[in-house]
Each structure stands twice: as structure tokens, then as C-alpha cells.
């Protein structure tokens, strides 16, 4: 942590970063980050056998959905983590008939866990006892489609997570263009909600959602129509306002699909990766009404797939296709833009997810 014996040591913060790479780079990288100026310093990596598609952490635990790479029926599943600093130690698994989650969601109390199986079009339930996951007690399958030939003849539950009044619990179905929301019930299990449960545009293919600070607006990021459609949120229902393109369709006429979409603490700038326009979009928030307004696109490596911001003040861009990590800072007042290159970036194979680690 720093220079020598006589050094200023650094301020860092730790990452972790999933990569799938091949049979000498795939597993989970940790890495510092200077909060001072945005560079990443790689400190250790944890190999493994299967490509971890996604990482959350609740507190010191980091739970990683790991693919199924041989078709075993105990590959795949959800693996608990134990975080101290940079050290990883296996706590526990869970896996049900070889299935790989997609995302996961743990409960703040950390008595249940939440996992979407995107390939099945499932939800699973996953008690935590004595701080462990066990092994799943509820399998939720989902029945629809829509329009889209390839991505959408079937369920495809993307992203799992929590409202922030934490009411209830919603997936995002990339296959049948719904938010889904769950009530919470009994013993943790979960039971469809249709009155919150909202229907995108048909070819949308919602990937994620994310929140306001204030807990009133909901972003969604459609991967298939490259897209972000707000809503505002009440438990009486979801309310449309408006969606925006994340790139000018008119520009550029190449594939490009919606890769991931951030928000700072304070709930001034939303960012959005497209994976083919290779770029960041970043638009300014109106707190009073939930509007986006675009600022600026940056340009990023190949497929950006991942983001996460560390104070908000530097970006932190998982590029899978160019096989990097990067770095930019969020400046404010200098000129029109709000994002800029520090000309820090790592080479990790097949970057896919990131996830901040916790200081001890």
C-alpha cells in the first residue's frame, strides 16, 4: 500500500473483478484503486474453473454466480465468499440441477438470498443459516415471450434485486420485456405481485434497474432496444415518463446492445455502456422530476460491460471484448463534459462483472 519505507502510502479502496478469460486468466481479480488518482494496482488473482458471471457483496460476504462449464449437475450455483481485505475464503455453495444464476440479491438481515437463472427463466429462493447459504427451498419458473426471434422466445430473468423502501423484491426478463415484482412472504418466499409488475416496449429486453437516492424514480436499462425507460415508483404501481436512446441510432447503424447503467450516490449523473458504439453515455438527472438529459458520449475499448463508481469520482469500465480495465473521472465545471480519461487501465482477460470490496 505504499511506496517504500519512506513512501506516502496510498489511499485505496479494493475491487474485485470477474473474468472469464481462459484456463490460466478466468477467476476473480482484486485490485486497489487510488482514490487519489484513479489508478488500479492488481494485488491478487483467484483462479478458477468456471466463468463467475456476476459478484454482490452484503457487508464482509461476496456471493459469485459462477457458469456451468462441464454440465455436471454440481457445477454451476451460487458460492459465498468470505471477504477480509483482499484474502477470499470459501464459506459455502449452493446449486440446483447444475443451473447457472445469472445475479443475485441478499437481504439485509442476511437471512435469505435471491438468484435469477436466465437461461431456465427461474427465480430461486436460498435460506442463509449460521451466515451460510444452504440450499434452495423455492423455484419460481416464468412463463412468456416476445418479439424478438433470438433473445426472446422464452424467460430470460436478468437482474434480481430489492426496491429501496425494500417492500418488495423485483427481476428484471429480458425474454419477456417485464420488470417482475415479487412480495415477500412467509418464510421468505416470494409470490408475484401483477399490480407493481410492469410491461416494456415489445423488443425492449430490460437488463437491469436501478434507483434514485430518493427512492422515487427507476431506471431501466433495455439491452435489445438500447434504451433507458424511467418510471416513477409507488406501491400503487409504476408510472412511465419517458425513455431515451443511449446512442444516436441515426449515427451509427452497426450492432450495439446496452451493456450496464450506473448512478452516483448523490443522484446528479446516470451512465450507461453500449457493447458495439463502445462508449459511455452520460446524462444529467432531474431530481424533481426523474428526466435524464444527455451531457456527453465517451469513448471506451471494446464491449464495456461492467461499471462501477468509487466516490463518486472515478468510473471504472470493464471492457470484455478489448480485455481491459479503465479508468475515468468525474469532474464537474471544468468545460461541457463531465467525464474524463485518467490514461489508467489493466489488461484482464474478459473482464464481465466488478463489485467494490469492503474496508476493514
Known sequence: ???????????????????????????????????????????????????PVSLYRRERFIYTCYKNNSGNATDGGLWQYAQMELQFGLAARASYKGKTYMGTYVNPDRTYAYAVDYYNGEVVVVPILKQKIVKMTQVIKIEGSSVDPKRQTKSHPHFIEATPDEQRIFVCDLGTDEVVFYKVVDKGQLERDDVLTVKLEP????????????????????????????????????EFIATYDTFPKDQFDKPSLAGD???????????????????????????????????????????????????????????????????????EGESKGVLFETHFSYMVGEPVCMVEGRLL
Request: a positive charge.
Open 203 to 238: 423488443g425492449s429486453g430490460p437488463k437491469k434497474m436501478i434507483f434514485s437516492p430518493c427512492g422515487k424514480f427507476a431506471y431501466v436499462l433495455n439491452e435489445l432496444s438500447n434504451t433507458v425507460t424511467v418510471f416513477k415508483y409507488s406501491l400503487d404501481g409504476m
Open 1 to 51: 500500500m505504499g511506496f517504500g519505507i519512506f513512501g506516502n502510502k496510498r489511499r485505496v479502496k479494493p475491487i474485485f473483478v470477474g473474468s472469464y478469460g481462459n484456463d490460466i486468466t478466468r477467476g476473480i481479480y482484486a485490485f486497489h484503486i487510488d482514490i487519489d488518482n484513479g489508478e488500479l494496482l492488481k494485488k491478487k488473482f483467484y483462479k478458477s474453473l468456471a466463468n
Open 261 to 331: 447503467i450506473v448512478m452516483t450516490t448523490t443522484g446528479q449523473y446516470v451512465m450507461v455502456s453500449n457493447r458495439g458504439h463502445d462508449s459511455l453515455t452520460i446524462y444529467r438527472r432531474n431530481d424533481v422530476t426523474g428526466e435524464l438529459e444527455f451531457i456527453e458520449f465517451v469513448d471506451t475499448d471494446q464491449n464495456p460491460r461492467s461499471l462501477l463508481i468509487i466516490d463518486d469520482r472515478w468510473v471504472i469500465v470493464a471492457s470484455q471484448k478489448g480485455g481491459t480495465l479503465e479508468t475515468f473521472e468525474i469532474k
